[in-house]
């Protein structure tokens, strides 16, 4: 009877954490086709078209240039997301109830995505609310469905688990994004302008993130926690869960270590475009492919640094993508202008340990997590993800500024790399995982 309890119990976890996988599935998309790739140029072409004669437009009265609108939108959508987050996550540890929270975070950014096709004529406004709740509801649904992660999957089995739901993520984006760039690329033949074709991909995104979300509602479910006290505001909250971490010294390492090598790869995935089309001067299909490249060759990566931990530990495959990530920015450093195939094969070195380094840092977040605190702390991991993502572009700018080369500004973003790698290794995990109050592993 208790061999049949563990087999039917293990059937329950697999069934659960299929479920799971669903969430990147159905979330991913909105990042890669729509944050990625298409409501940036869209957006800012409908705030110009509003522009007055100076190119200003005027949101609440304030002058802000029509470039900078999606700029300033996103920033405005990681305040909201900073002041939700610790909210949320604190009363999902409180009550147990993740999955309503996770509905409400995931239909509300679902709804925000669908309503885009609205955005004809000159409602740059009503893209830059749009754009602030499903941005803001995009951060909070991961940060929840990220603190599923210890609760599905015991400590050996968390590193192949985070590792299938990124390549899921990554395997949906491609596969949208490849029907989003034939309806884009071919909207004569639809019979559509380009505008109605871009609405069209920005709703079919929401669309997706709405319909399969339901599959990961159906199969998790919620552990009640014993009941706690009231949640703090915002901020106030925010600083509590800093000051509980405080107990943890060697968690609040790690994530030291992640936010600053994490900041790097934020950088490069957003700086990429810029370098290959000011620096290398490559088209814009070419920046397009290259973006699908990366998410189609990152489901691969996830999946191989999965297996990778298995052998040799999430924290030493970690350290070693830091490292790959290093050599790839030195070849980048000197590719050559007008060679697309070069600029492809660096696409393919950042796809590789793109999926695997932010799928074994989630997994091996998991583990130095306290009991009972799993969604409060993986706000912390989400803003350090999201929100703390800063430093990078800002030393990319001020590089270029002072040398006038993309060259130097991206090889300056090896110093993240190297001080991630430095952090993390004087991190010692198992100590963490015993000092959290949980089972070290037997690969870590």
């Not at 990625?36 to 409908?46: D, E």
């Not at 989003?180 to 505008?195: K, M, P, Q, W």
């Not at 299909?285 to 990152?298: D, N, Y």
Request: net charge positive.
């Amino acid at each position: 009877m208790g061999t049949e309890t563990l087999v039917a119990e293990a059937a329950d976890r697999r069934r659960e954490q299929r479920g799971w996988y669903f969430y990147d599935w159905a979330c991913s998309v909105y990042s890669t086709s729509v944050l990625t790739v298409f409501l940036g140029p869209y957006l800012t072409s409908v705030a110009e078209d509003a522009a007055d004669a100076d190119g200003y437009v005027h949101p609440l009265g304030i002058p802000i240039r029509a470039g900078s609108f999606f700029a300033y939108s996103v920033s405005l959508s990681v305040i909201v997301a900073v002041l939700v987050m610790p909210l949320v996550g604190a009363a999902a540890d409180r009550t147990g109830r993740k999955k309503p929270l996770l509905a409400g975070a995931a239909y509300t950014g679902a709804a925000a995505t669908t309503a885009m096709f609205l955005l004809g004529g000159d409602r740059y406004l009503l893209g830059g609310v749009l754009l602030i709740v499903a941005n803001a509801a995009s951060a909070v649904g991961t940060m929840l469905y990220n603190s599923y992660l210890p609760q599905i999957a015991p400590p050996e089995e968390r590193d192949a688990v985070s590792s299938r739901g990124w390549a899921f993520g990554y395997a949906a984006g491609s596969l949208v994004l490849v029907v989003n760039l034939v309806l884009y690329t071919a909207h004569d033949s639809f019979g559509l302008s380009e505008g109605m074709a871009v609405r069209i991909c920005l709703a079919s995104a929401g669309l997706w993130w709405g319909a399969f979300t339901l599959v990961p509602l159906r199969r998790l479910r919620d552990r009640r926690a014993p009941a706690k006290k009231a949640t703090a505001p915002g901020f106030r909250q925010l600083a509590a869960t800093v000051r509980d971490m405080r107990r943890h010294p060697l968690t609040l390492a790690f994530l030291l270590a992640y936010l600053v090598y994490n900041d790097g790869i934020q950088t490069v995935i957003s700086q990429a475009s810029i370098y290959g089309s000011e620096e290398l001067d490559l088209g814009q299909s070419t920046l397009i492919g290259a973006v699908l490249l990366v998410q189609v060759l990152a489901v691969a990566g996830a999946l191989a640094m999965g297996r990778l931990a298995r052998t040799y530990g999430a924290k030493r495959t970690i350290l070693g993508s830091l490292v790959a990530w290093t050599v790839t920015l030195a070849a980048g450093y000197f590719l050559p202008a007008g060679a697309p195939v070069w600029f492809f094969v660096l696409a393919a070195g950042i796809g590789l340990v793109l999926g695997g380094s932010q799928a074994l840092s989630r997994s091996l977040f998991s583990h130095l997590v306290p009991p009972g605190k799993e969604a409060e702390y993986f706000s912390a991991y989400e803003m350090s993800d999201r929100g703390m993502s800063w430093l990078g572009p800002l030393l990319f700018g001020i590089t270029y500024q002072l040398t006038g080369s993309y060259r130097d500004a991206i090889i300056s973003l090896v110093a993240f790399f190297a001080l991630g790698f430095v952090l993390l290794a004087r991190v010692p995990v198992r100590q963490a995982i015993r000092d959290a109050g949980n089972a070290v592993p037997e690969k870590i």
